[in-house]
């Protein structure tokens, strides 16, 4: 089955370490896209990638960072530079063609303690 | 002003009934518009898409994009219980940008 796996589901990180979220997708799309969502409130991109190794930084890319030296793989790393982690991320995949629109993975919830 | 504008609702409709979503949009050279129902907990999942001007139909869903208005709509027919959910519009900046940019999303609630 074609789709955008990501995991952990849940995480839960003590303040001041880094995480990493992982994001595979196996629909042979170009494009993909790291989105935080806080309770009650619409998507933010963190930062996306058009082509392997190459990237480029959202609206809130502070605190985060991310590589793509494959196409299916587009991890984020969320550094104890970010004050505030705490959210529901979300990995999306696009593939270009009249609409370009995106489909996105099931999310993972991170908590930090 | 936000580039993206939804109603925050909640809407409430009553089973049967047709729930009309809205949304607005700031950039004239938006090019492409989708709208993603979003259930609690879960990711988004995208319903439909639209680049031209007029109605799209797709069973009990319709979007509706008027460019001149910068205004982008979905009517949900027949609405069932399980069509509660948050419902996002977004809009992409040129046809292969890829960057999507979304509204904060309207709670829809049908009540049997």
């Known amino acids: 089955d074609g789709g955008i796996t990501q995991s952990p589901k849940y995480l839960f990180r003590k303040e001041g370490q880094n995480v990493t979220l992982s994001c595979e997708q196996n629909?042979?799309?170009?494009?993909m896209y790291w989105y935080r969502q806080d309770p009650g409130q619409g998507l933010r991109l963190i930062y996306y990638?058009?082509?392997?190794?190459?990237?480029q930084k959202g609206d809130i890319a502070e605190g985060y960072s991310v590589s793509r030296e494959k196409k299916e793989s587009f991890p984020l790393t969320v550094t104890s530079a970010q004050k505030n982690p705490t959210a529901f991320y979300l990995c999306?995949?696009?593939?270009?063609?009249?609409?370009?629109?995106?489909?996105f993975g099931p999310g993972t919830r991170l908590t930090v303690l | 002003q936000k580039e993206v504008e939804q109603n925050s609702g909640p809407l409430s409709v009553p089973e049967g009934a047709i729930a009309s979503l809205n949304c607005t949009y700031s950039?004239?050279?938006?090019?492409?518009f989708f709208w993603y129902r979003q259930y609690s907990g879960k990711s988004p999942e995208l319903i439909m898409s639209?680049?031209?001007?007029g109605d799209k139909e797709d069973g009990r869903f319709t979007a509706q994009l008027n460019k001149a208005s910068q205004y982008v709509s979905l009517l949900i027919r027949d609405s069932q219980p399980s069509d509660s959910a948050t419902y996002l519009c977004?809009?992409?900046?040129?046809?292969?940008?890829?960057?999507?940019?979304f509204g904060d999303g309207t709670t829809l609630t049908v009540k049997p």
């Open positions: 999306a995949s696009s593939g270009g063609g009249d609409y370009n629109e995106q489909f």
């Open positions: 629909l042979n799309h170009d494009a």
């Open positions: 990638s058009q082509i392997v190794n190459d990237f």
């Open positions: 950039d004239r050279v938006s090019q492409s």
């Open positions: 639209i680049y031209s001007n």
């Open positions: 977004a809009v992409n900046i040129g046809t292969n940008a890829g960057k999507s940019t």
